[in-house]
């Protein structure tokens, strides 16, 4: 079976991508600026200067004072996304006026985010039908948290689409050459998006190097074998030098002639001359390990030169960046009326997340897919399993391990458990392929039970993912744009999930449900208190005009004359400051969806 | 028959995902059932005023449904937070319970085991679209003869050195009490463990010194009942100092300990009291997050 799509598949899938970039551009207007959201506009914007600034005076911007200024700002992210934001609304805001300037920012996101549907089209259509594929493309988006986090312009869902990307070239480089290099590029511009992209090459190279195992004859083993001694080797000189030196000294003391550059140049060097060697004498392994090496060589390469704050400093600035995501503080979260704050968080907080914010007619297939996946996986491992449920292979494990591998990183008790499920977006689109191909078989055994025609069939197939997907999508239409407040079915929906005691909403967007009423009920030059939204998000709703611009932010209820306060468990006190400062605990209006408080406005009482 | 069988198995998935997704359209359709109109609140609010008396005040149930805010009379407070099914509500012989029981995943076993207990319904039950409002006697009121936080201007503070050391008096300033060492007093809403109080807000002082409260006139009481607690996220962090609070009275002595990194109110309650000062001193060697919540109260029996 070939893994290139048919050409009808490739319309579908641009398609896909279409219309979900359509869909996107024409829902971001009511979608609130998040905490986060603002920072990346305000960087975007910064870094478009630098880039102006490339253009018209190249020696000053390249020097390493102009950066260090130009990109400080925001450096807990590389750049790619934040490039494509600020060239973005550089472009269609500022320079043709077509565009809001929040809308101007985020049309990459949309772009990129689209690409998920299409790329799951691509692979699912390829692995099983055209239906399969279609339906688990279109499941994805019709989840309410998911179609949320495609809107904004962060990193989210970028890495998602971009980790989806980076698997699905792997997938088919292993059988076209000519798509190892695009695995590494696609490596290198996930890398740029986000830091998750850094456990792609964990999550890869086993299946790259058994594959080539597999595949080696003699002499390509010996080869491949030698590529892991000198892997073996430069990791056993590191952990000497880190030894020697320790690790602070092991970043401070790294120069371009250094020991430590000498063994990293030595294993670049080295793994390159083997991997043309394996060329030379096994073509068949090469193929199947070639995906890796051109992540190893073009991926960094792309991060490293994308990112101009690392140039001058790489060594100590990328130390810089791992550290501060490795050791990143812990928000306060609400699991069960347990306000979590620091580990050892719950093992089963990611899976229970994730089962009571996905609508339950998709939460079903992928838990069916996810099931049917492992036990065909372990049917490699033991046969009788494979005898009863039919043997897994490379696809299946690769499919498997990039559904469960963000869950299970984010599922470590000591990892931070805030952000809803938006830190393992990177499994989602991989169990929405598992349902596609769920939904696929039942709709084939559905025609085989009824005996139905292949027009019947197709017909039937249209009708029940139609009905499959409708419950999601009205779930999705009824809680948008207010995203991060979103519960399926099993958690009661929104209601229920408030009286389960979860997290009621995060990032501070839900804001914009008050806005209107704040705007029509303010007397010019009030001070207004918009609890939980940063300086930045409040001069972005007013330059997009979604605030008067004749109010003023307040720094707490003290000096406010009106105060928005966004429910939080953890935030109680904060409301309650707003009784005591404006003497009064009676509302004046305020966010409540289906009936659970989000935003609470008040208004200082006339003196 | 087996053919039946075979079939049936072979569409079993298929039938799966329709059940599964009419069962979730089924949800999402009937949902809006169980949320009240603006009508509904307004019908509840008019059978309020029209039937308040002093001291009555309204749970919610579930505990988050504040939308009803909005529409309560103001006179009437309205008690909401999580955790509020274990709140004695003692200053308050009627409670009026706001129920929505259509909601989904109501904590009815909750509201069974911690509000019910000493309540007994006052009255019939009315119902208001999904709204149930059913007054109830409270069996755990007791009659509020004096309370700190309406006597802060009758307070005499000083913050007391370690070792015996002069006690150094704190002023009357406005609302505030302010002392040296950065102490104060003043009476304030907080939140502690969720729970919106409105108590003396102390910060004592640290370092080994005390924080004296006294109170010259106090009257003759049923007990006295000490509660305090560290207030919102400064409560949980771990590795604080205690705070310790020491109440003198005609009754005894009553010691209560806050203990470092724990949430919550803790409570102390003495025997009958007969009329004279009160001293409460409140010590904490914490010279960071001393934000301390207190709620001092003379008990009669009860309304």
Redesign the interface.
């Known amino acids: 079976m070939s893994r290139a799509p048919t050409p009808v598949d490739r319309r579908i899938a641009l398609g896909l991508w279409l219309a979900t970039f359509v869909v996107l551009w024409a829902t971001e207007r009511a979608v609130g600026f998040t905490r986060d959201e603002s920072v990346y506009f305000a960087a975007a914007e910064q870094f478009s200067r630098w880039w102006s600034l490339l253009l018209h005076r190249p020696a000053t911007a390249l020097s390493d004072s102009v950066i260090t200024q130009a990109f400080d700002f925001n450096h807990e992210h590389p750049m790619l996304m934040k490039s494509l934001f600020g060239w973005s609304q550089a472009l269609l805001h500022q320079t043709l006026g077509w565009v809001r300037p929040a809308a101007g920012f985020r049309v990459p996101a949309f772009a990129v985010a689209a690409l998920i549907p299409a790329l799951i089209h691509l692979w699912g259509s390829a692995l099983w039908t055209r239906r399969a594929g279609l339906f688990a493309a279109l499941s994805f988006f019709v989840v309410p948290r998911q179609f949320f986090h495609a809107h904004l312009s962060c990193f989210d869902m970028p890495v998602a689409a971009m980790w989806l990307l980076v698997v699905y070239l792997f997938w088919r480089a292993e059988e076209d050459l000519r798509f190892a290099p695009w695995t590494g590029v696609a490596l290198g511009l996930a890398l740029a998006t986000k830091h998750n992209a850094f456990f792609l090459p964990v999550v890869l190279t086993p299946f790259g190097v058994l594959a080539a195992w597999r595949a080696a004859g003699e002499e390509g083993r010996r080869v491949i074998l030698r590529m892991g001694q000198v892997a073996v080797a430069f990791l056993g000189y590191l952990a000497l030098l880190l030894v020697v030196k320790g690790r602070p000294e092991l970043v401070q003391s790294w120069q371009p002639l250094s020991p430590q550059t000498f063994g990293a140049v030595a294993l670049v060097a080295g793994l390159i001359a083997l991997s043309l060697q394996l060329r030379r004498r096994d073509g068949t392994a090469f193929v199947r390990l070639a995906p890796l090496v051109a992540m190893g060589l073009i991926g960094p390469l792309i991060f490293f030169v994308h990112w101009p704050w690392l140039w001058y400093h790489p060594v100590d600035r990328l130390a810089w960046y791992f550290e501060f995501h490795a050791t990143h503080v812990h928000y306060?979260w609400t699991y069960f009326?347990d306000?979590l704050?620091a580990p050892p968080f719950p093992l089963a907080y990611v899976f229970v997340v994730t089962a009571l914010t996905l609508?339950?007619?998709l939460l079903?297939?992928m838990t069916?897919g996810l099931l049917r996946s492992g036990v065909r996986c372990l049917g490699d491992l033991v046969p009788a399993v494979a005898r009863r449920f039919g043997p897994g292979g490379q696809t299946e494990w690769l499919l498997l391990v990039n559904a469960l591998f963000s869950i299970l990183l984010i599922s470590h008790p000591e990892v931070p458990h805030f952000g809803g499920v938006k830190h393992w977006l990177p499994s989602m689109p991989f169990l929405a392929l598992l349902a596609g191909r769920?939904?696929d078989?039942?709709?084939d055994?559905?025609a085989?039970?009824?005996r139905l025609t292949a027009r019947r069939g197709t017909v039937a197939g249209v009708v029940?993912g139609a009905?499959?997907l409708?419950?999601?999508f009205?779930?999705t239409v009824?809680v948008h744009p207010y995203g991060t407040s979103a519960y399926g079915?099993l958690?009661?929906?929104i209601?229920?999930a408030?009286?389960?005691?979860l997290q009621r909403q995060f990032w501070s967007n839900n804001v914009t449900g008050v806005l209107p009423w704040i705007d029509a009920n303010s007397r010019p030059g009030a001070r207004v208190w918009l609890h939980e939204v940063n300086g930045l998000s409040f001069r972005d709703y007013q330059r997009n005009d979604m605030l008067r611009k004749d109010v003023f932010p307040a720094g707490g209820p003290e000096d406010a004359d009106l105060a928005a306060v966004q429910y939080h468990?953890?935030f109680?006190?904060q409301e309650?400051?707003v009784?005591?400062a404006f003497g009064?605990?009676?509302?004046?209006?305020?966010l409540?969806l289906?009936?659970?408080?989000q935003v609470?406005v008040y208004r200082r009482p006339a003196p | 028959m087996n053919e039946t069988a075979h079939?049936?198995r072979?569409?079993?998935?298929?039938?799966?995902?329709?059940i599964?997704?009419?069962?979730?359209?089924g949800?999402?359709l009937q949902?809006p059932r169980?949320?009240?109109t603006d009508a509904d609140y307004r019908a509840v609010a008019g059978a309020l005023a029209a039937a308040r008396a002093p001291g009555d005040v309204v749970l919610l149930h579930?505990w988050?449904?504040?939308?009803a805010?909005?529409f309560v009379p103001?006179e009437i407070?309205?008690v909401g937070?999580?955790g509020d099914t274990r709140d004695d509500l003692l200053a308050h012989p009627r409670i009026w319970v706001l129920a929505?029981e259509r909601?989904?995943?109501?904590?009815d076993a909750d509201f069974r085991r911690n509000f019910l207990p000493d309540r007994t319904p006052a009255g019939p039950s009315q119902q208001f679209g999904p709204l149930t409002l059913t007054p109830y006697r409270n069996g755990r009121a007791r009659r509020v003869i004096l309370s700190a936080v309406d006597a802060l201007d009758r307070l005499e503070v000083s913050v007391e050195g370690p070792g015996g050391a002069p006690a150094q008096p704190c002023q009357h300033n406005g609302a505030r009490v302010q002392c040296p060492f950065d102490a104060t007093v003043n009476v304030?809403?907080?939140?502690v463990l969720?729970q919106?109080v409105r108590c003396l807000f102390v910060i004592p002082p640290g370092g080994g010194r005390t924080l004296s409260l006294r109170l010259p006139d106090a009257p003759a009481a049923d007990g006295l009942l000490l509660e305090a607690g560290i207030?919102?996220?400064h409560a949980?962090l771990p590795g604080r100092a205690d705070v310790q609070l020491q109440l003198e009275s005609p009754a005894g002595n009553l010691h209560l300990r806050i203990p470092g990194g724990h949430e919550g109110l803790f409570r102390g309650e003495t025997p009958s009291v007969a009329a004279g000062p009160w001293t409460l001193r409140v010590t904490t060697a914490n010279t960071q997050d001393r934000l301390v919540c207190i709620r001092l109260r003379a008990l009669g029996g009860p309304p």
């Open positions: 306060a009326n306000v704050r609508p339950v007619s079903l297939p069916a769920e939904f078989r039942a709709v055994g559905l085989s039970a009824l029940m009905l499959v409708l419950p999601a009205t779930l009824h079915e958690a009661g929906g209601p229920g408030a009286s389960l005691g468990q953890e109680r006190e309650v400051q009784w005591q009064t605990w009676v509302p004046s209006t305020g409540y289906d009936e659970t408080p609470i | 079939r049936l072979t569409a079993a998935p298929a039938l799966a995902l329709v599964v997704a009419l069962l979730g359209l949800f999402q949902l169980a949320f009240p579930p988050w449904t504040e939308r805010r909005l103001p407070p309205v937070y999580l929505n909601l989904p995943r109501t904590p304030a809403w907080h939140e969720y919106p207030i919102w996220e949980w």
